[in-house]
């Protein structure tokens, strides 16, 4: 298996910002989209990508909520987006095409994790459904407008939680044997195979593929199954329940999490490469040989460097890419 993921010394690290990775960077011109991108990571991407002088239209299940928090932020728009329902996907899409906007930069951030087995109407688990399916629906759908930016990138959040499964070929909307973290584990590496066969059929047309790994920032609403009590046992909060910040063991701040999602779209570092899964604001190692970790998440776990190597199979990535086309009906 080839493959691209050796880094490359960007010179930034694991406590880097958002606002050290954009200096000298100019955006205006740039029109972006960022899924739930007016909270948490997603907040912190958007002010950024906006302050650096980018046009973002900001993708949201709850439109009034999301103008709320954007409010005071300067070249931002927000527009309705239910990942779970299809429909809400081809009409966001529809409405953002039919405005005649190239797409420079599409940042898939929205996500859930954890909890209780939900399936949406089509009876598709819901971490795959909206992590992985709904964002894919949405890329393929903008797929005109990326292609009018004339180099364009696609930024797909994934995570260190992708080392908790491969994908389940033969059961992947959990018909048994449901663990939440293992649905997330799945969607999450279906984040990464989706950047690489993404990369390998569209960087003829000027599109790059992205997928990146945040860090362990717990500010954010990704989990609300979560309790402070499980953040505390894990040893990511302190006993009064606030983050416990070392990004030397991958604990960061929000700016210091949003920061590798705004290298991926927008480092010049990155100009010539795509189809990699990003760490630290530079290409994470390969995980050769790599099988799904035996344990979840839970007290003294510690993430590290690396990308497991069935997250980058270019194989898997095309055999994941046809199933998705099934289950979205693009046949």
């Known amino acids: ?18 606002t050290d990775v954009l200096t000298g960077i100019d955006l205006t011109g740039r029109n972006v989209i960022v899924t739930a991108g007016h909270v948490g990571l997603g907040l912190e991407t958007t002010r950024a990508l906006a302050g650096a002088g980018a046009s973002v239209v900001v993708a949201s299940r709850n439109p009034d909520t999301a103008k709320k928090a954007l409010s005071g932020i300067a070249g931002v728009e927000v527009d309705q987006l239910d990942l779970l329902d299809p429909a809400s996907v081809e009409a966001f899409a529809a409405r953002y095409l039919a405005s005649r906007r190239p797409l420079h930069i599409l940042v898939n951030n929205a996500g859930i994790m954890g909890g209780d087995l939900v ?58 044997d449901y663990d939440g973290m293992a649905a997330y584990g799945q969607s999450k590496t279906a984040n990464v195979l ?44 302190d006993d009064d329940g606030n983050p416990i910040i070392d990004p030397s063991i991958d604990q960061k701040t929000p700016e210091q999490g949003a920061s590798t999602t705004v290298f991926a779209a927008a480092s010049p570092l990155l100009a010539d490469i795509g189809g990699v899964y990003l760490q630290d ?15 979840a998440f839970g007290p003294g776990f510690r993430s590290w460097v690396g990308v497991a190597s069935y997250a980058v199979d270019p194989d898997s990535a095309r055999r994941l890419w046809e199933l998705s086309e099934r289950l979205v009906a693009r046949l």
Request: hydrophobic residues 40%; charged residues 20%; glycine residues 8%.
């Open 119 to 176: 399936r949406d109407a089509r009876g598709y688990e819901s971490h795959l459904a909206t992590n992985h399916l709904g964002h894919f629906q949405l890329t393929n759908e903008l797929l005109p407008a990326l292609r009018a930016a004339n180099g364009a990138r696609v930024v797909n959040v994934s995570s260190f939680g992708h080392h908790l499964s491969d994908i389940r070929w033969d059961d992947p909307h959990f018909e048994r």
């Open 1 to 18: 298996m080839t493959h691209n993921q050796h880094p490359i010394g960007t010179g930034f690290t694991a406590a880097s910002t958002t």
């Open 194 to 237: 989706f950047t690489v066969e993404l990369d390998r059929r569209w960087a003829g047309d000027g599109i790059r593929g992205y997928a990146l790994h945040p860090g362990a920032i717990i500010s954010t609403n990704l989990a609300p199954s979560f309790g402070i009590d499980t953040w505390q046992a894990m040893g990511l909060a």
């Open 281 to 295: 604001n530079d290409i994470a190692p390969l995980e050769e040989n790599a099988t799904p970790l035996d344990v």
